[in-house]
């Protein structure tokens, strides 16, 4: 078996179709692994059906170990435990089944160039919910079948020349069938605030304005108060195509919630997003005093004194004294 080298530990098997190496078989020993991006020069741009499924038997093919420094030697070569995966920016094409159940993944990292997504390519896959996904304006269907496939709640980064361009909650919602039996058929019901999201797409193409229209009538359903925090904060930091009207909405949204907004950004210790918070929705007295004590609370000494500071600045008189003789 030929070894080279890499990002991750892989055992391939793959075959060379024209220009391109298509991955027949993959399995890796590692809870976050990268896709090799090219083998002998050539960009690999296809999985092939059930290439990365646990237990998927062996097939004819080129075998290729992929190596990333020295493995213990009682390491166990099975995906079923892979949680973090990156594909290959040159990808175009997944075959049936490639991911099947691959139950762990939850981070799916991939180029926007995939043309073609098998039957059941990501089928049992129960936890994937994020996904990063590098633009190239060749974006297509790629989102609309993931936001179709999956029901739960996702959130999607979409980076554009190595930044950040949005990031997108798509709330979670439940379609079930109940028999009816009297009248011999079944009842179709969706709960949650999340179908609309999930099917934001024309002729496949996201839209964000049609994504954004969506946030008052969610308002005005049952709905899971933090995941409306976090699109709402989200869309407010990456404001690609953000309407006046739609920044609005989500900063009085936030305001009307920002304690729980500073404790969501206190958990991202990031003290940027937290200073442009106190911008786009300033905590009255009461609240940034309360946010000061979930500060010190939590130990994180950056945010307390960006806290104090805000303090100071808009409230800026003394402690009250009081003397008693």
């Known amino acids: ?3 080279v080298s890499g990002v991750s530990s892989w055992k391939l098997t793959v075959r060379r179709e024209g220009d391109g190496i298509a991955v027949l078989r993959a399995v890796t020993c590692e809870e976050s692994a990268v896709l090799p991006e090219a083998l002998w020069g050539q960009p690999v741009t296809a999985l092939d059906d059930h290439a990365l499924a646990p237990g998927a038997g062996p097939v004819p093919g080129q075998e290729v170990r992929v190596a990333c420094g020295p493995l213990p030697p009682d390491v166990q070569w099975d995906n079923r435990d892979l949680r973090d995966l990156t594909l290959p920016a040159s990808l175009e094409r997944v075959g049936d089944y490639a991911l099947f159940n691959c139950g762990e993944l939850k981070t799916l990292r991939l180029g926007d160039g995939v043309r073609y997504w098998g039957g059941g390519a990501i089928m049992n896959c129960r936890r994937l919910d994020t996904f990063q996904v590098d633009c190239a304006g060749r974006e297509g269907e790629l989102l609309a079948y993931f936001a179709g496939e999956l029901p739960g709640e996702l959130d999607v980064t979409l980076r554009r020349g190595g930044g950040t361009a949005a990031r997108l909650i798509f709330p979670e919602y439940v379609e079930v069938y109940e028999e009816n039996c009297p009248a011999h058929h079944f009842d179709y019901s969706i709960y949650g605030a999340g179908y609309g999201y999930h099917h934001c797409f024309y ?4 839209d964000l304005k049609a994504y954004d ?7 005005a359903m049952e ?3 933090g995941c409306a925090l976090r699109l709402a904060w989200w869309r407010l930091r990456y ?3 953000l309407t006046d009207r739609a920044a609005a909405d989500y900063r009085a949204y936030l305001r009307s919630h920002v304690l729980e907004a500073v404790a969501f950004l206190l958990s991202l210790e990031d ?13 009255d007295r ?10 010190r609370e939590r130990g994180n000494a950056a945010a307390l ?20 003789l």
């Open 223 to 225: 709905h899971e108060a």
């Open 305 to 324: 004194a960006l806290l104090l500071e805000e303090q100071h600045r808009r409230f800026p008189t003394g402690a009250a004294r009081d003397f008693a």
């Open 213 to 219: 229209a969506l946030w008052r009538p969610m308002l």
């Open 286 to 295: 009461a609240a940034l005093s309360a946010a000061c004590a979930l500060a």
């Open 1 to 3: 078996m030929e070894t």
């Open 271 to 283: 003290t940027g997003d937290l200073r442009l918070l106190l911008a786009e929705a300033p905590p």
């Open 203 to 206: 002729g496949k193409k996201l």
């Open 239 to 241: 404001p690609a195509e």
